[in-house]
Each structure stands twice: as structure tokens, then as C-alpha cells.
């Protein structure tokens, strides 16, 4: 079965980085094939009592300038790779801004690391892969 448009989810993770070989892979199976690699990042909260206290503006230019870089390393590996994808950077929540761009886009799989750079967030919260594969609308393939 090939793919039209592929959305692979990317922070690079070692995880992450399976998952864009894997998405590379499937992608030169057919001429025809778009491949959109998307890094989600969002900029951190910190919780008060009932409201959220404001967080420095230098921390947030630091979480997207870190963004930034996740994302030039996806596109040189795309480019090692002789791809002609695109590379997006979005701000939002991981797991549901994936899953919004995937929809919005036309993408007929999403492709996605089993383990990405939550820690303990993740443990406690839910994994974002298992929340895109919970809630998609089209085929996920999640890479060990």
C-alpha cells in the first residue's frame, strides 16, 4: 500500500529519528509521495495555585530557538537523504497538534517514534504517541 502525503512527527528523539528513516523509507516507494515532517513544540507553563504565573520571555525565545535547531537537523536529514520534503514547525500541545495538522493537510498516515523526550511527563500524562494512535482518523504507524 503507498501513501499520498505522509506526516512524520519529529523532536529528535532517538525514537523520533527511527521513525524519520522509517517515514524516509516509505516516502521514496513512489514519485508521488509528499512527505511533511512536523516538530511540535509548545513553551512551558508553570502552574500557581488556580492560574499560571508568567514565564520570562528569554525562556520562551530559548524553547523555540531549541525548536529551531530540532528542526534544521530534520531538514539536513532530508537533504542527506536526496528528499525533497517539507518541514514544519508548529506551537502547540504535541499529541493534539499532530493530529490537527495531519487532518487539516490531507495526510494519510502519520509516522511516529514509540518514545520521544517527555520523561516523566510522559509516564504520567500519556505518551503523545499513544494519544495520536488513540485518536487518529487514518493509519499510525508508531516505530520502535
Do not use: C, W
Request: aromatic share 8%; hydrophobic share 45%.
Amino acid at each position: 500500500m503507498l501513501f499520498n502525503k505522509i506526516v512524520a512527527a519529529y523532536d529528535g528523539s532517538k525514537a523520533a529519528n527511527k521513525a524519520l528513516d522509517k517515514a524516509i523509507e516509505l516516502a521514496k516507494l513512489s514519485a508521488d509521495t509528499e512527505l511533511i515532517v512536523l516538530h511540535v513544540y509548545d513553551f512551558p507553563r508553570f502552574y500557581v495555585a488556580e492560574g499560571y504565573a508568567p514565564v520570562p520571555a528569554s525562556m520562551n525565545q530559548d524553547y523555540f530557538n531549541l525548536a529551531s535547531k530540532t528542526a534544521d537537523e530534520a531538514e539536513n536529514r532530508l537533504k542527506e537523504a536526496g528528499l525533497s520534503a517539507k518541514m514544519e514547525l508548529v506551537q502547540g500541545p504535541a499529541a493534539e497538534t499532530i493530529l490537527e495538522y495531519a487532518g487539516k493537510n490531507g495526510a494519510d498516515l502519520i509516522v511516529i517514534g514509540s518514545r520521544g523526550l517527555g520523561g516523566i511527563r510522559e509516564f504520567v500524562l500519556g505518551s503523545v504517541s499513544h494519544n495520536v494512535v488513540q485518536h487518529a482518523q487514518i493509519p499510525v504507524l508508531v516505530v520502535k
